[in-house]
């Protein structure tokens, strides 16, 4: 990250300087995956296999699909003035990621909750801030701070919390390594950092 720039920062910096995919890069993209499958032993000419190049392509467009969306693309003018005061909270939203490290899926649910500050988003709003930012290769940890920072940006509210709760199955498939563990993050900013009560609220929503 540059100087003074935040996690969400340095992620929009980083996907604008990412070209968006076309037939070129499609085609590219095909051509790995079919020497992928030659690099590992395997006849790409078989039967089960002559499609595989193509749909491995698509799949992994779909699966970075967060490339190629921006934070206004989502919320879309979805916010909405509001009195209202009290912790607003979004459990067990899905969530499917890939590992930068291992380009392996990790698994789990996030939460997310905010306290307004006279503006509310609109509720599958925040289901789909969480999905642009899984939707590229990620650490769980930089996730968890990106779905936070970017509810912060989008409706200054008075505080945000998000818990990140998944399973990599960069551990669970890989050798000595391999076990059944749940990783769990958190992000929390302003009233959820500043204030142990409306902390402990927040952390007891979650265990209901």
Do not use: W
């Not at 967060?66 to 607003?88: H, P, T």
């Not at 990106?146 to 551990?171: F, N, R, S, W, Y």
């Not at 563990?181 to 204030?195: A, H, R």
């Amino acid at each position: 990250m540059h100087n003074n720039e935040t996690e969400l920062e340095a992620a929009e910096r980083r996907i604008r300087n990412i070209p968006r995919c076309g037939a070129a890069k499609r085609a590219s993209m095909e051509q790995s995956f079919l020497q992928l499958l030659q690099a590992i032993g395997e006849d790409p000419n078989r039967e089960g296999l002559l499609r595989t190049p193509t749909r491995a392509a698509n799949a992994f467009e779909f699966l970075t699909n967060g490339y190629r969306q921006s934070l206004d693309d989502v919320v879309n003018g979805a916010i909405f003035e509001s009195d209202a005061s009290e912790i607003i909270l979004v459990k067990d939203i899905e969530l499917y990621s890939l590992c930068e490290h291992h380009l392996l899926p990790f698994i789990g649910r996030a939460h997310v909750a905010y306290i307004p500050n006279g503006k509310v988003i609109g509720l599958s709003k925040v289901a789909r801030l969480v999905d642009v930012f899984a939707r590229r290769l990620q650490i769980q940890e930089n996730l968890t701070v990106q779905i936070a920072d970017a509810l912060m940006k989008t409706l200054h509210p008075a505080g945000v919390g998000v818990v990140v709760e998944a399973k990599h199955l960069c551990m669970m498939m890989r050798g000595v390594e391999k076990q059944n563990s749940v990783m769990k993050t958190s992000c929390l900013l302003g009233i959820f950092k500043e204030d142990a009560r409306t902390r402990s609220e927040f952390l007891s929503l979650l265990k209901e």
